[in-house]
Structure formats: C-alpha cells, structure tokens
C-alpha cells in the first residue's frame, strides 16, 4: 500500500471513529467537511496541486478532533453560524459556511470572509468562496464545492456524470474549478479585490502586486453509480464517496430507509427514523439511507438517489440494465 492510500486508509478509520463519538448533526457534519475523502483526484496534475489531498484532510481532522468534541457538547456557535435549518439555502452555500466556521477558527487566522466578489470594469467576473488572512500576512483563498452526482452513462467517462438537476455537469464543473476558479486570486481583478478586503478587514494595507496569495481548493460529495462495481471517471478520486441510482419503477431493496432533506445530505446519516419537515424539491431525485437500527439511534448503512422514471435527465441519459455484480450482491443481501 502506498503512502496516499495508507493515509486515506488511515483518515477514513480516525473519521468514523469520530464520527461514532460525535451527537450533535451539525458538528457531526462539521467532522464529515473536514475529514471525508476529496470527491476529485488531487493528483491529477490539471490541478497543479492546489486541490487538498486526503492526507491533508486527515491532519486538519486531528487537529480539530479536541475542537470537535468540546463543540459537541456546546454546539452553540455552529449552529449561530450556520443559521437555522428550515431557511432556504442552496446546500453549496451551506457547505461553505462550515469550511469557513472551521477555516476561520486556526490560531493563525486574523480574519475570514466568504462570497467575495471580484469586478472588473463594471462586470464581476468571479468570486472567492473562503478568503483567509493570516497573522504573517499571507492571504489563502479557497475554492469549495460540494456535489453530488449521478453516473448515468459511466461508458461516457466525466460527460456521464450529472447532477440532480440536468445543468449541473461533473465536466462542466471539473473545468472551471481546476482552472478558472483556483486561479482568480493569480489575476489583477482578484489580487485588487483581497488587497481592498484587507486594507478594510485586517488593517493591512499593501499593493495588490507586492500581495503574497495562496490559492486552494476542496472538494466533497458523492457519486451515485448503477451498480457497486462500476468505476468512476478518471478525474474522481479513487477514495470518493459512493451510492447507487436507480428509479423509481423499482422497488428499494428491503429494509428501513429514510427520506435525506437539506444539509441532510452533508455525511453519513444517523438519528430518529422520523424524516425532517425541511423543503424538498418534489422535481429532484429522492435522496435515502438504508439505515439500521442500535443503541445511537439509526446510522446509515448505504445510500441512493431515486429518480422519477419519466425525469427529463432519463431521456438524454437512458438507464442501464442491472449489471451482474450489483444482482448477485442484491440477492445476498435480499434485496
């Protein structure tokens, strides 16, 4: 095994370790944002390296983990700092809110911002997710996505892959943030807009040129393939998140499964059976947990996307037949 994967190896175990200490939802999603494996291979080198590893992941968890555990027995100012969960917020936005909460709190951290945006001639023509101002006067952005999608034609590569809404392309995606998006802080437009957010938030006042940036990305999510044994793209991680799609003409293997709504999303559910009362769109699949019942309530077990058979993605991306593997792993476990 090599060095990579013994960390992912190892980052993976230290997470559902914490993850199984851990009560409160939203410090249990906290954990998941810091820990889980990048949904977008870091190695690739279209990258050039900004793009943070599984290894890095697992030593920012270490170093949260005391953090964590004294936040989840007064979780209050995560939850003041995500705002309540019934409030309409695009899940993107959600995420961003617990990378900054996390990011902000290093003890070489003077100031943080999220959402700025950078114009140029009247025009924006980008914006910083997480911005970072260090005590030594260093300024790291951070490029964040969280995504989820759907591997409806796997012979197609990265073009097959969708997103439960049919513009949300994995390609489309993959472009921007491994080129537009991580080097906006190396262009005049995004160096002038961090130069003016630190002469405002941190009193440092220096040219854009003489600015030193640091310029990252993360990446999270899920990938839902046809069966357990279909590979994913090149460009995923070879440790990404994974689940099954199916319709809804078929019938959910037996067992408890339980409706996932909003930051619901956000890592491995565990809790009541009861579902949630937050918005969720009737026209999207249908995120579910196959969940299983203990001592700690109802920790998922597995999880799928169920999409409407007469969905408008189905017709441009038609289904695949059942593929052996998944029905002989089906039948094992009599679904």
């Excluded at 100012?77 to 309409?88: E, F, K, R, V």
């Excluded at 961003?96 to 945006?117: C, D, H, N």
């Excluded at 994995?170 to 262009?187: E, P, V």
Aim: aromatic share 8%; hydrophobic share 40%; glycine share 8%.
């Amino acid at each position: 095994m090599n060095d990579a994967a013994t960390a992912q190896v190892n980052g993976s175990a230290a997470l559902d370790a914490l993850l199984a200490e851990l009560h409160d939802p939203e410090v249990r999603r906290l954990a998941w944002t810091i820990g889980a494996p990048s949904l977008f291979d870091a190695t690739d080198p279209r990258w050039q390296g900004r793009l943070r590893d599984d290894a890095w992941s697992a030593r920012e968890l270490s170093r949260m983990r005391d953090s964590l555990l004294a936040l989840d027995r007064a979780p209050a100012p995560l939850h003041a700092a995500l705002g309540a969960p019934a409030t309409p917020l695009p899940l993107g936005h959600v995420f961003e809110r617990f990378v900054r909460f996390w990011q902000a709190a290093r003890p070489e951290v003077r100031a943080s911002t999220g959402g700025l945006v950078v114009r140029e001639e009247g025009r924006t023509v980008g914006e910083f997710d997480v911005v970072l101002l260090r005590a030594d006067g260093v300024v790291e952005t951070l490029e964040v996505t969280v995504k989820f999608y759907l591997n409806l034609r796997p012979e197609l590569g990265i073009a097959g892959c969708i997103g439960p809404r049919s513009f949300d392309r994995m390609a489309d995606k993959f472009a921007k943030m491994s080129t537009r998006q991580t080097a906006l802080g190396d262009t005049a437009a995004g160096r002038a807009a961090l130069a003016r957010w630190c002469a405002e938030a941190g009193g440092a006042t220096c040219s854009a040129d003489s600015l030193i940036v640091l310029n990252h990305a993360l990446s999270r999510g899920y990938v839902f393939h046809p069966d357990a044994a279909t590979p994913g793209p090149i460009e995923l991680s070879p440790t990404h998140q994974r689940g099954r799609w199916q319709t809804d003409a078929r019938e959910l293997p037996r067992g408890l499964w339980r409706a996932l709504a909003g930051r619901e999303w956000l890592g491995p559910w565990r809790g009541p059976l009861a579902e949630s009362a937050w918005m969720s769109d009737p026209a999207m699949p249908r995120l579910v947990a196959r969940v299983i019942e203990d001592d700690e309530g109802h920790p998922e077990c597995e999880r799928r996307f169920v999409v409407r058979s007469d969905a408008g993605l189905l017709r441009a991306f038609p289904e695949p037949p059942e593929h052996a593997a998944w029905q002989c792993l089906n039948e094992r476990a009599g679904g």
